[in-house]
């Protein structure tokens, strides 16, 4: 009887850390979708701008794309893929573009990444420089939904408390 008890006990907390990770999980995940900005930095301090946008694909999982110019002006375009959410605070993420593929580590608050990026040689990681980046928001997609919202609003189909508390967490994404 012993062994089941502890087995259930088991069991039962085993099932609880599942959720409660999930659940932070899932804030983090919330928290990472959107556009940034930023920069690529290498070891000799050249820096190139980098635009990178992170969503959910069809399977509900993150990835990302990104764009910069390399140091001959060619437009790069590139993959994230395989996110690994280490802590809050710590992302593992594999990149691929034209040049090969990678890893990037970010250590990620308040919106603004910054981390340490690199290439994989025969599945050895070597550092190659910094990527760091903040979120930005667009004023036209933030316009956009308080128009969409007024309209249902002037639409009936949703009430005056409603579009209040939408209102006011749209206008705090400012």
Same mark, same amino acid.
């Given at each position: 009887?012993?062994?089941?008890?502890?087995?259930?006990?088991? @069991?039962?907390?085993?099932?609880?850390? $599942?959720? %409660?990770?999930?659940?932070?999980?899932?804030?983090?995940?919330?928290?990472? +979708?959107?556009? %940034?900005?930023?920069?690529? +930095? !290498?070891?000799?301090?050249?820096?190139?701008?980098?635009?990178?946008?992170?969503?959910?694909?069809?399977?509900?999982?993150?990835?990302? *794309? !990104?764009? @910069? /110019?390399? @140091?001959?002006?060619?437009? +790069?375009?590139?993959?994230? !893929?395989?996110?690994?959410?280490?802590?809050?605070? &710590? +992302?593992?993420? &594999?990149?691929?573009?034209? %040049?090969?593929?990678?890893?990037?580590?970010?250590? !990620?608050?308040?919106?603004?990444?910054?981390?340490?990026?690199?290439?994989?040689?025969?599945?050895v990681f070597?550092?190659?420089?910094?990527?760091?980046?903040?979120?930005?928001?667009? $004023?036209?997609?933030?316009?956009? *939904?308080?128009? &969409?919202?007024?309209?249902?609003f002037e639409?009936?189909?949703?009430?005056?408390?409603? %579009?209040? /508390?939408?209102?006011?967490?749209?206008?705090?994404?400012?």
């Amino acid at each position: 009887m012993k062994k089941i008890s502890l087995l259930f006990v088991f @069991f039962i907390f085993s099932f609880f850390l $599942t959720n %409660y990770a999930n659940a932070n999980n899932s804030d983090i995940i919330k928290s990472l +979708i959107g556009n %940034y900005e930023g920069e690529l +930095i !290498y070891p000799n301090g050249d820096k190139l701008p980098i635009t990178t946008e992170v969503y959910l694909n069809d399977f509900g999982n993150l990835e990302g *794309k !990104y764009t @910069f /110019a390399d @140091f001959g002006g060619e437009e +790069i375009k590139g993959n994230l !893929y395989n996110f690994e959410i280490k802590s809050a605070n &710590k +992302i593992l993420i &594999k990149w691929r573009d034209v %040049y090969g593929r990678g890893w990037l580590e970010v250590n !990620y608050s308040n919106d603004n990444f910054q981390g340490t990026w690199g290439v994989i040689n025969n599945d050895v990681f070597e550092k190659a420089g910094d990527w760091n980046g903040r979120k930005i928001i667009s $004023t036209d997609s933030i316009e956009s *939904k308080l128009q &969409k919202l007024k309209s249902f609003f002037e639409d009936e189909l949703i009430t005056q408390e409603e %579009y209040d /508390a939408k209102r006011k967490e749209i206008l705090d994404e400012l």
